[in-house]
């Protein structure tokens, strides 16, 4: 069968490398998902969205990979820094739906 | 531009009492949705206010009730407070609930203690 990226409830990484982020959502019927990152004290701020007729989007340093076969959302930054320690969230809504339904979160920790 | 703003920032009430927390969204946006997030855990959806009217409710008791205001600013009501309402809650906003897909903005939320 095919692998499916792991939640990590805790990721640390060296300033400079590549960070992978895995979430598993809940919702076959989910059609749009979006990353989150919240810092310690603050309300979640939006990186990235993407829509279910899509498996890849790219932002500035980041990029949302898609895979509704398995369920499964990544997020990729590249080139990671001190800043970008944070806690980030998938959320995932259907089409009709309103509320949004966040995954667990994954604590990035960058060291440099 | 301004963001979601709300108020107050932190709020110490004892149980039994009662609590409002408003919340204005950015400019130009007609909806509000309301979060509760627990210390360690994502946010779990309490409401969605759209022009006015609720379109959404999560899985909270009637004791939590809001409403949204003609300039789209919006209030949580929270009575007879226990001990396990102590979050923080979040404020988003988007431009229109009714695409179901807009992207939901979020204030810095208001951190509530009950002692």
């Known amino acids: 069968g095919e692998s499916v990226g792991l939640h990590l409830p805790t990721l640390s990484v060296q300033e400079g490398d590549n960070s992978i982020i895995n979430c598993a959502y809940s919702?076959?019927?989910?059609?749009?998902f979006i990353w989150y990152k919240q810092e310690s004290g603050k309300g979640p701020q939006f990186i990235i969205d993407?829509?279910?007729?899509?498996d890849k989007r790219q932002g500035q340093r980041v990029t949302v990979l898609l895979n509704k076969t398995v369920k499964h959302l990544s997020l990729q930054i590249a080139a990671t820094q001190p800043g970008d320690s944070a806690v980030y969230f998938c959320?995932?809504?259907?089409?009709?739906?309103?509320?949004?339904?966040f995954g667990k979160g994954t604590t990035l920790s960058v060291s440099s | 531009d301004a963001g979601v703003t709300q108020s107050p920032t932190h709020l110490i009430k004892t149980r039994g009492q009662q609590v409002t927390l408003r919340c204005s969204p950015i400019?130009?946006?007609?909806?509000v949705s309301w979060y509760q997030q627990v210390l360690g855990q994502g946010p779990q959806f309490i409401f969605q206010?759209?022009?006015?009217?609720?379109?959404g409710r999560g899985n909270f008791p009637d004791r939590f009730s809001a409403r949204q205001f003609p300039n789209y600013s919006s209030e949580l009501n929270v009575n007879a407070l226990l001990l396990g309402d102590s979050a923080l809650y979040l404020c988003?906003?988007?431009?229109?609930?009714?695409?179901?897909?807009?992207?939901?903005?979020f204030g810095p939320g208001t951190r509530l203690t009950v002692l």
């Open positions: 959320a995932e809504t259907q089409q009709a739906g309103t509320a949004l339904i």
């Open positions: 206010y759209y022009e006015k009217e609720e379109r």
């Open positions: 400019s130009g946006h007609k909806s």
């Open positions: 993407i829509r279910s007729n899509m």
């Open positions: 919702n076959s019927a989910s059609d749009y």
């Open positions: 988003a906003s988007s431009l229109d609930s009714d695409r179901g897909t807009d992207t939901q903005y």
